[in-house]
């Protein structure tokens, strides 16, 4: 660990087993985005680059001495401006570059690296007043789901230090949950939000794709890659949607759950469920009802397959791509090999290693992103229409938090060992590949043990819809376990 203070501006600046499930899964977990946008311009950074700013930064292959192993660095960035978001401090996942803070994305070849500028989205933060508290540790460059990183630490359950923390934003879910921060914001590929905010017992937005800016972030998939949210409540998720997306700020509209309609996809994301997350999901859905809400029992058409068809080809490819890119800008220094070599996880060196190889052909990759995309786009708006629903609403995850120490490869779902990754990544996949907007808030569970993720997924666009739907799902849940 290093802990120094100095000017910002003095700082260096540079300008597994699970390669097996690779064919299989590789798609179940990452996320989608749109064309970066041009970077912001420095002069509001330059503003505070002359002040001393105490930075604690723990240094790779070395113990990681914060709480639950949830940060890599910690500071206090002071805000940029006065908004809705003064006073609040805000986590920030290291794969989101913030002016004079290192920019690891949990890796050992980027732990030097000290972004000049702030990402829109980090300087939409700031503007709004908030303070940058450090940036969270994660799964090693986003690929995983576990944030088991080989170079600083497995971040650990909030609720409990033996559990999964869940990823690849899990180094902020776990501040999140543990008050460390007031807010956060991650990193969705495929369910890098919804997943830890999950197996935390807090709230995961991941926004319709393309709804905030990628600038000046370690991105993995272009198609797929956005920040979502993480907070304690559906109320700071809707604050920091507003701000994220440049919008005005708007108070979310008012839902009256009787009538509601949602959409019950059981065929797919309701298959071999644990006891716990089963009893939570029935007990949820039995509530919901008794609220007036009606619940369509009806199946997305081929959501499997076609996610399937979309996340590993688009993935992979792109991230061929978007890392010797980002390399040749940031480290133009280090060969593509000595990269591959210096990742610390075997399971992100052997997946970003097939990447990097060129597993995926450019015929494959165009299927994906234009037929195979196109396809299950399609089947999701189907579904929204053809039965009139406002969300679709299914687990998080089909299985709780399990023991660190026995699932970073495979975990015990009724009896059968299976891949942690697939396990996980299943059921928030479709929506990432679809680039629908989705939420994961807690579900009521029926007796104590760790919590259980209800996730619902809307229409493309229909963001703000979906918060306020999500906010009075919250209350419903809250009014039942304090009547």
Same mark, same amino acid.
């Given at each position: 660990?290093?802990?120094?203070?100095?000017?910002?501006?003095?700082?260096?600046?540079?300008?597994?087993?699970?390669?097996?499930?690779?064919?299989?899964?590789?798609?179940?977990?990452?996320?989608?985005?749109?064309?970066?946008?041009?970077?912001?311009?420095?002069?509001?950074?330059?503003?505070?680059?002359?002040?001393?700013?105490?930075?604690?930064?723990?240094?790779?292959?070395?113990?990681?001495?914060?709480?639950?192993?949830?940060?890599?660095?910690?500071?206090?960035?002071?805000?940029? #401006?006065?908004?809705?978001?003064?006073? @609040? %401090? /805000?986590?920030?996942?290291? $794969?989101?570059? +913030?002016?004079?803070? !290192?920019? *690891?994305?949990?890796?050992?070849?980027?732990?030097?690296?000290?972004?000049?500028?702030?990402?829109?989205?980090?300087?939409?933060?700031?503007?709004?007043?908030?303070?940058?508290?450090?940036?969270?540790?994660?799964?090693?460059?986003?690929?995983?789901?576990?944030?088991?990183?080989?170079?600083?630490?497995?971040?650990?359950?909030?609720?409990?230090?033996?559990?999964?923390?869940?990823?690849?934003?899990?180094?902020?879910?776990?501040?999140?949950?543990?008050?460390?921060?007031?807010?956060?914001? #991650?990193?969705?590929?495929?369910?890098? @939000? %919804? /997943?830890?905010?999950?197996? $935390?017992?807090? +709230?995961?937005?991941? !926004?319709? *794709?393309?709804?905030?800016?990628?600038?000046?972030?370690?991105?993995?998939?272009?198609?797929?890659?956005?920040?979502?949210?993480?907070?304690?409540?559906?109320?700071?998720?809707?604050?920091?949607?507003?701000?994220?997306?440049?919008?005005?700020?708007?108070?979310?509209?008012?839902?009256?759950?009787?009538?509601?309609?949602?959409?019950?996809?059981?065929?797919?994301?309701?298959?071999?469920?644990?006891?716990?997350?089963?009893?939570?999901?029935?007990?949820?859905?039995?509530?919901?009802?008794?609220?007036?809400?009606?619940?369509?029992?009806?199946? /997305?058409?081929?959501?499997?397959?076609?996610?399937?068809?979309?996340?590993?080809?688009?993935?992979?490819?792109?991230?061929?791509?978007?890392?010797?890119?980002?390399?040749?800008?940031?480290?133009?220094?280090?060969?593509?090999?000595?990269?591959?070599?210096?990742?610390?996880?075997?399971?992100?060196?052997?997946?970003?290693?097939?990447?990097?190889?060129?597993?995926?052909?450019?015929?494959?990759?165009?299927?994906?992103?234009?037929?195979?995309?196109?396809?299950?786009?399609?089947?999701?708006?189907?579904?929204?229409?053809?039965?009139?629903?406002?969300?679709?609403?299914?687990?998080?995850?089909?299985?709780?938090?399990?023991?660190?120490?026995?699932?970073?490869?495979?975990?015990?779902?009724?009896?059968?060992?299976?891949?942690?990754?697939?396990?996980?990544?299943?059921?928030?996949?479709?929506?990432?590949?679809?680039?629908?907007?989705?939420?994961?808030?807690?579900?009521?569970?029926?007796?104590?043990?760790?919590?259980?993720?209800?996730?619902?997924?809307?229409?493309?666009?229909?963001?703000?819809?979906?918060?306020?739907?999500?906010?009075?799902?919250?209350?419903?849940?809250?009014?039942?376990?304090?009547?």
């Amino acid at each position: 660990m290093d802990k120094y203070i100095a000017p910002l501006n003095s700082l260096p600046r540079v300008s597994h087993p699970f390669r097996m499930l690779l064919t299989m899964l590789i798609g179940f977990w990452l996320t989608g985005c749109s064309k970066p946008e041009p970077a912001a311009p420095a002069d509001d950074e330059a503003r505070v680059a002359e002040e001393s700013v105490e930075l604690i930064h723990q240094s790779p292959m070395s113990a990681n001495t914060t709480p639950h192993r949830a940060f890599i660095t910690q500071a206090e960035l002071p805000p940029l #401006g006065e908004g809705p978001l003064s006073g @609040v %401090r /805000i986590g920030v996942k290291d $794969n989101i570059h +913030v002016a004079g803070l !290192p920019n *690891t994305a949990g890796t050992p070849s980027f732990d030097a690296l000290v972004p000049a500028q702030d990402a829109l989205l980090v300087k939409r933060l700031r503007k709004a007043g908030g303070i940058i508290a450090g940036k969270n540790n994660l799964h090693e460059l986003a690929y995983g789901i576990t944030s088991a990183n080989g170079a600083y630490g497995i971040v650990q359950n909030a609720t409990d230090p033996s559990l999964l923390a869940g990823g690849s934003s899990g180094g902020t879910a776990v501040a999140v949950a543990l008050g460390l921060v007031d807010m956060g914001v #991650g990193t969705d590929t495929g369910g890098s @939000v %919804r /997943i830890p905010a999950a197996l $935390n017992g807090i +709230v995961g937005f991941r !926004p319709t *794709t393309g709804r905030y800016p990628n600038d000046g972030m370690t991105l993995i998939s272009g198609t797929r890659d956005t920040a979502g949210p993480i907070t304690a409540n559906v109320t700071d998720a809707a604050v920091l949607d507003t701000v994220l997306s440049g919008a005005l700020p708007n108070e979310l509209p008012a839902v009256t759950l009787k009538g509601v309609r949602l959409g019950v996809p059981r065929g797919y994301f309701y298959d071999n469920l644990s006891p716990r997350v089963s009893a939570a999901m029935n007990h949820s859905l039995e509530a919901l009802k008794a609220a007036g809400v009606e619940l369509v029992e009806a199946d /997305i058409e081929n959501v499997g397959a076609l996610s399937a068809a979309v996340g590993f080809p688009v993935v992979l490819y792109e991230t061929n791509l978007l890392l010797r890119e980002y390399l040749l800008t940031h480290r133009p220094d280090l060969s593509i090999e000595d990269f591959l070599d210096s990742i610390a996880s075997p399971d992100v060196k052997a997946v970003v290693g097939d990447a990097l190889a060129g597993v995926i052909d450019e015929a494959t990759y165009q299927a994906a992103v234009t037929e195979h995309r196109a396809a299950l786009q399609a089947a999701y708006q189907n579904y929204f229409e053809g039965h009139a629903v406002s969300a679709v609403i299914f687990p998080t995850t089909p299985i709780e938090a399990q023991p660190i120490a026995t699932s970073l490869e495979m975990v015990t779902l009724n009896g059968a060992s299976a891949p942690t990754f697939m396990t996980y990544i299943r059921n928030t996949d479709p929506g990432s590949n679809a680039g629908v907007p989705g939420i994961s808030l807690p579900a009521l569970v029926t007796e104590p043990g760790p919590p259980v993720g209800l996730e619902l997924d809307g229409p493309r666009g229909s963001d703000r819809d979906l918060l306020a739907l999500a906010l009075a799902v919250e209350a419903l849940f809250i009014s039942a376990q304090n009547p």
